[in-house]
């Protein structure tokens, strides 16, 4: 191998293009550049970083920053131990990123519960299970809102849907207003003295003080905005505890506890929905191996999965083989042309052919069983479209088998088969010895 | 020489380090106006956009509305990270068992006055809850088929053998395969053969006594179905129906001319007003007497997601979707643009167009698809049987091919 290949043939008078394209950006030019590249590389740790210190994942933002910091000091300090870095340091970032985490992720995912009912974190998972199980209680009152602020505090302005009295409610509770101080119009109140209304373009503002403000009316019962213009008195029928981590219903007195698999369950196996993720150990491959509803398919799908592989890509080679064979005759007319009727289904895009594919096999309507005469169920036996499906597969697949034999068949050099036949050799003897064995070790390396 | 290097390795790290913090400062300076996240099909987008800015003008809250496959807003609902998660999403009624046991959605509660504007199978379709019923989402718009009659081969059935007798006798006159097209096709369609399985006595789920549904209770293969069953081979025998049949070949039929029934949806609609063939669309007449014989029901709505509260939009998302979006004016707004019926009756009262009314009036007594996360291993099974039993010669008996798939979804649901 020469060293420098690609202008070694060019004959320019002057130095050649690469040499200077290395001599243009081993400069300033390429410093800046360097630096630039470098520069959004940090910018966009640095937002990272912040982004995972905010949501308190220590580990993450220590791995971040620590690498960051790696790679700008092996393309900065100026070692020649650096110097093979430099080249596989951008390989590694990308190796990591699409193929470890990955794969690390998937292991990890396989270990826990995660699934339909188990989505959520714990505690998010406590907070939705508190908010489900809110119920109005049977007096409740539903009431038509207005938020307004006394003081610079937020507090409801509400009017009983029931009754048509009006109310304010504070953090402290529920007070009844004077009627005669507001002003209600459409069962709203439009004006207060004493109090501010919150309209129009301040509503934006207000949202999470509005969803997060609880106007006590009972022991548990409380009046709570949902929305903008309306509030419900609401009361919880399950009662977490955070002391020994359970939920109490607080009619029945059942008592739910963290089983372990990501929910809350009773003594009599009643589960509170949502649950959380959590890892489970080996309990899916558990169930994958000994449950007889997912081990039956799984087997039976792994075992199809290896059959296809193999049978639609020997099936393809040997009619492939077959037909570059036949097409190799010497003395065969209009051998281009055939050829290349024989690669069109590999110019199609297999998309389309399967499309087609399918409208050829239906049953009732198909072009084949209509022309064989037969009621062959194509695609609606399960044996007969796993038939369909090599067979299509096939179809796809045997022009590539076909311009590899060809390609492979030509550099068998025609004295060794002329020779072989001289010495009395039948076909299949030449075949074998000769054609498959020269084949063999000219294969094409794809 | 050395200590040239070591000041290029220090100011390259200034100059970087410094170019990161003005990137990120000018970047984190941008004030942040109240925006809320919709996410809605295609189909609907023009109609949600147009709502939901009315709604938000006057509030000084910006509505971003991002176009998602209808699919994909459910499972991608699983997956999304909280920056870029909607507040508030379109959804079918039957994803709401899932999204609460995931805790995706929130519950809402709209005013009683809100309330009764609905039917109770609207509301109580988009109601989820082991132990305690709550409402997680508005509906919207009604979705279910009907049938969909060639006046110009035939007539609107008066009862189900007047529907055979002329649903054959065209079969006959345009040498069709088929003599009412709907479609199944290989995997089988157990929603658009809904019609036939209500109509000979099936369902799917049984209720127990607070009203909600029992998946230990399946009626795929009750006794009132079964002894009707025979009839299924009678259509299999005759080429009434054929499992063979898949959407596109079931439209072809009908926008062809060629079979003088297809039970299709409002989907299909605009296709066959353009291939010109004269229809009329109504409800299904009785196979057995003394059984009707109803579609199921989708009931499309918004639902408000957990993530409205981390991004403090939670009473805007709610007052939009639980009070704004389910108001007549909103309803007949979201319904008519895209070819539905609206589920606030009061809206459904000023419906004008005469194909969507019909669509309307075949939905009476029909049956919302079960919403509880059981109906998932439902689907596939009763589909087969359906096919298995008419896909023409070597179709099963129905009576064992259904109650081969009342065996198999009892064990899957366990």
């Known amino acids: 191998m020469t060293s420098v290949p690609i202008a070694a043939d060019t004959a320019v008078p002057n130095p050649s293009l690469l040499a200077r394209a290395i001599g243009f950006f081993s400069g300033p030019v390429g410093l800046a550049i360097k630096l630039v590249l470098l520069a959004v ?406 | 020489m050395l200590s040239t290097h070591r000041l290029r390795v220090v100011a390259g790290l200034a100059v970087t380090a410094i170019a990161a913090v003005v990137a990120v400062s000018s970047g984190s300076s941008a004030t942040n106006a109240t925006t809320l996240v919709i996410w809605a099909d295609a189909d609907r987008v023009p109609a949600v956009t147009q709502v939901a800015n009315a709604w938000a003008a006057p509030k000084g809250v910006t509505v971003q509305i991002v176009q998602k496959n209808f699919g994909d807003i459910r499972s991608q609902l699983n997956t999304v990270a909280v920056e870029t998660a909607p507040d508030v999403i379109v959804g079918a009624h039957d994803w709401v068992g899932e999204l609460s046991a995931n805790g995706s959605v929130l519950p809402l509660s709209p005013s009683a006055g809100t309330k009764k504007q609905f039917p109770a199978y609207a509301l109580n379709s988009f109601s989820y809850g082991i132990a305690v019923k709550k409402l997680f989402g508005a509906p919207v718009a009604l979705e279910n088929i009907a049938l969909v009659t060639n006046t110009a081969l035939a007539k609107v059935p008066t009862s189900f053998a007047d529907m055979e007798r002329q649903a054959l006798a065209a079969k006959k006159k345009t040498k069709a395969q088929v003599g009412i097209a709907v479609q199944q096709g290989s995997g089988g369609d157990a929603y658009h053969m809904y019609p036939f399985f209500s109509g000979l006595g099936g369902y799917i789920f049984g209720t127990n006594a607070v009203g909600n549904l029992d998946p230990s209770n399946i009626g795929v293969a009750n006794a009132k179905f079964l002894k009707n069953a025979p009839l299924i081979d009678k259509w299999n025998k005759e080429s009434l129906i054929r499992s063979q049949v898949a959407w596109d070949t079931g439209r072809d039929l009908f926008t062809k001319g060629k079979v003088a029934y297809y039970i299709t949806g409002p989907w299909f609609l605009s296709d066959i007003q353009k291939s010109g063939v004269k229809y009329a669309i109504s409800g299904f007449p009785q196979i057995v007497p003394g059984i009707n014989s109803v579609p199921f029901l989708g009931v499309q709505g918004f639902m408000v997601t957990k993530f409205s509260a981390p991004h403090g939009v939670e009473s805007l998302a709610k007052d939009l979707v639980a009070n704004y979006m389910m108001q007549p004016s909103a309803q007949l707004a979201l319904a008519s643009a895209n070819g539905r019926f609206p589920a606030n009756l009061k809206a459904a009262a000023q419906v004008k167009d005469k194909d969507l009314k019909a669509f309307g009036k075949a939905s009476e007594g029909g049956v919302p698809m079960p919403n509880i996360p059981q109906m998932a291993s439902v689907w596939g099974d009763l589909g087969a049987a359906w096919v298995r039993s008419t896909k023409g010669a070597g179709a099963i008996p129905a009576r064992r091919s259904f109650i081969g798939a009342q065996k198999s979804i009892a064990q899957k649901i366990g």
């Open chain 1, 41 to 446: 590389l940090n910018a966009l740790a640095f937002w990272a970083v912040g982004v995972l210190l905010a949501d308190q994942k220590w580990i993450a933002a220590l791995a971040v920053g620590g690498a960051t910091l790696l790679i700008d000091l092996v393309y900065l300090v100026p070692d020649k131990r650096l110097i093979p870095l430099k080249f596989l340091v951008p390989g590694m970032v990308f190796l990591v990123a699409f193929v470890v985490i990955p794969i690390v992720a998937n292991a990890n995912i396989a270990f826990t519960n995660w699934s339909t009912g188990h989505n959520l974190s714990k505690d998010e998972a406590i907070v939705a299970i508190q908010e489900v199980s809110l119920v109005a209680p049977a007096d409740g009152a539903s009431y038509v809102m207005t938020p307004a602020e006394q003081r610079g505090e937020l507090v409801l302005l509400l009017v009983n849907e029931a009754t048509g009295k009006p109310y304010v409610g504070t953090e402290d509770g529920l007070e009844p207003l004077s009627p005669a101080n507001v002003t209600i119009a459409n069962g709203a109140v439009t004006a207060a003295e004493g109090y501010e209304l919150v309209q129009g373009e301040e509503l934006a503002g207000i949202d999470q003080q509005l969803s997060t403000l609880l106007v006590p009316t009972g022991e548990s019962s409380f009046v709570r905005a949902e929305g903008l213009s309306l509030a419900v008195e609401l009361q919880p029928t399950l009662v977490y505890v955070a002391a020994n981590d359970t939920f109490r219903n607080i009619e029945t007195g059942v008592v739910y506890r963290d089983n372990g698999k990501g929910s809350y369950e009773s003594v009599t196996g009643t589960t509170l929905e949502p649950g959380w993720r959590t890892h489970v150990g080996f309990e899916n491959f558990v169930t994958v191996l000994t449950d007889p509803l997912v081990r039956d398919p799984f087997v039976r799908v792994f075992v199809w999965t290896f059959a296809y592989a193999f049978l639609s890509v020997f099936i393809q080679f040997v009619i492939g083989l077959f037909l570059a064979i036949v097409l190799n005759k010497p003395d065969l007319k209009l051998k281009r042309i055939q050829r290349a009727f024989l690669v069109l289904p590999f110019a199609i895009p297999a998309f389309l052919s399967v499309l087609v594919w399918a409208g050829l096999l239906n049953d009732e309507f198909g072009v084949i069983n209509q022309t064989l005469g037969t009621n062959i169920p194509w695609l609606f036996d399960p044996t007969w479209a796993k038939v369909s499906c090599i067979l299509v597969n096939v179809w796809i697949g045997f022009p590539y088998w076909f311009l590899v034999c060809t390609a492979a068949l030509q550099a068998v050099p025609e004295e060794l088969t002329e020779a072989a036949r001289v010495d009395c050799a039948g076909p299949l003897q030449v075949f074998r010895r000769v054609t498959l064995r020269s084949c063999s070790s000219s294969r094409p390396r794809s």
